[in-house]
């Protein structure tokens, strides 16, 4: 018998997705179950745009029914010509960048254009439409007939890369529009803020009351990969629900009332570690937690099946790094809730490139003396270079430009080979590690002040494949 408990839980995790990701920076994430804020902490609060809206408790469609258990989500249900907002100056720029919104929601009208997205706050036409069940970027771009229905819940997705100007728009995990933004219609103004479902009134019934179940806003451009599976996990059926939470009770071997952990004292953190490109396990990776407020190493262990789990303190936070071979390091913060919870996530890893530095030391003034947060920096990494022995270790040493030039030279030359003698001691062969010495020549900043000028008093250390 499926308890109304467990499903409750499931189905929260799948909505928020903290089944497939952990909470962090990179994200804020509405599911209107704490009013207008995010779910993860200290993050900006929605703003409600027009007429006040409410927010209702709705039964999921398809629950209640044939046998399976009701399940109730929370919604923000808005008037016609009102919606909600995402101010960028509240939330440190967050939106500055490439960035991805993905909504889930229904319109109750669409008999004409209706409003999604607009970047301008209501001083111009352009921005994201659904007219007649297609997506339109007014007035750039317009997408084949998508399944948008009124009153029908869909998925959505918009993306803009800084880097290409590339705007997406999807609809239900399916690619709709692609195209070059011919200007900087897809970015915010200097108002800073996202408007959603509210129009500038220039044309009259361009915007629709409805519901909205979900807001999640990133600091990047998610992958199609990406968006197809949080589609797919959004719109699961219930009877999928049940199904996945019979799964993870006998994986799990607990009472029906339970929720699975190891050790009711501690949080349980798991997850996969997978290929971004086309979400294949990573084998051979070794993933590792440190505290995030001393950088201290906990745990340590090697993926199974692309997977890992460790059973960690309560309300602490931490960094998750995986290393695996042809990968670029990753490293995800990861905050534990209550006793007695799981949080689950998946870490996506690129190929490996050798075009920035893996780790940048920085050094006091006219000091060669590697400082503990330094060495703790080193130690993080030491076991990739050892596992890694097709890799050798290039540093490069900097100084600000207070002084002589020639003395600042020598100085950073004295930093690297600091950082030699302290890789040496762990075990790493000096024929494996180079060196160089740049001085004043290379800042990283613009020595304008003492707190910049810190950040060009650095080595910086690369690595480099071994030719054979």
Do not use: C
């Amino acid at each position: 018998m499926i308890s109304k408990k467990n499903v409750k839980w499931l189905f929260a995790l799948l909505l928020s997705h903290s089944y497939f990701s952990v909470f962090s920076q990179s994200q804020w994430t509405y599911d209107f179950n704490n009013g207008l804020l995010p779910i993860e902490k200290g993050g900006p609060a929605l703003h409600q745009l027009g007429q006040a809206g409410q927010f209702i408790k709705e039964k999921v469609p398809g629950s209640g029914e044939n046998g399976v258990p009701e399940i109730i989500r929370t919604v923000y249900q808005f008037e016609k010509n009102s919606g909600l907002q995402f101010n960028n100056k509240e939330a440190n720029g967050f939106l500055n960048k490439s960035f991805t919104v993905e909504i889930y929601f229904k319109l109750n009208e669409l008999d004409s254009w209706k409003r999604v997205l607009d970047f301008k706050n209501r001083k111009s036409d352009y921005g994201s439409y659904i007219y007649d069940g297609k997506l339109n970027f007014y007035d750039f771009a317009i997408g084949e007939k998508a399944p948008v229905r009124a009153n029908q819940y869909i998925h959505y997705v918009y993306s803009r890369d800084f880097e290409t100007k590339v705007i997406k728009m999807y609809v239900n995990g399916l690619s709709k529009v692609e195209f070059k933004d011919p200007g900087t219609e897809g970015v915010l103004d200097n108002e800073q803020v996202l408007n959603l479902f509210q129009d500038d009134l220039v044309a009259n019934h361009e915007a629709s009351a409805g519901s909205v179940a979900l807001i999640r806003v990133y600091d990047r451009v998610m992958t199609p990969v990406f968006i197809r599976r949080s589609y797919q996990t959004i719109s699961r059926a219930p009877k999928e629900i049940v199904a996945e939470i019979e799964k993870v009770k006998e994986e799990s071997k607990v009472e029906d009332e339970k929720i699975p952990v190891l050790d009711t004292r501690l949080v349980r953190v798991s997850g996969k570690v997978f290929e971004g490109k086309n979400l294949n396990a990573v084998e051979n990776a070794e993933v590792s937690v440190r505290k995030s407020v001393n950088d201290s190493l906990v745990a340590k262990t090697n993926v199974k099946n692309g997977g890992y789990t460790f059973q960690l303190k309560p309300h602490e936070s931490y960094k998750i790094s995986v290393n695996a071979p042809g990968f670029q390091t990753r490293s995800i913060p990861v905050r534990t809730t209550a006793q007695s919870t799981e949080v689950k996530s998946l870490i996506s890893l690129k190929p490996e490139t050798f075009d920035s530095p893996l780790l940048t030391l920085l050094f006091n003034q006219s000091n060669d003396t590697l400082e503990l947060p330094a060495k703790a920096q080193l130690d993080s990494m030491i076991s990739y270079f050892q596992t890694r022995t097709d890799l050798k270790i290039m540093l490069k040493g900097h100084t600000d430009n207070i002084g002589d030039f020639d003395k600042n030279l020598l100085l950073s030359n004295q930093r690297v080979n600091v950082v030699r003698d302290y890789l040496r001691g762990k075990g790493i062969s000096d024929d494996r590690i180079q060196g160089v010495g740049y001085g004043s020549t290379r800042p990283n900043q613009k020595n304008l002040s003492e707190e910049l000028r810190r950040l060009n008093r650095r080595v910086e250390v690369w690595a480099e494949p071994i030719k054979r």
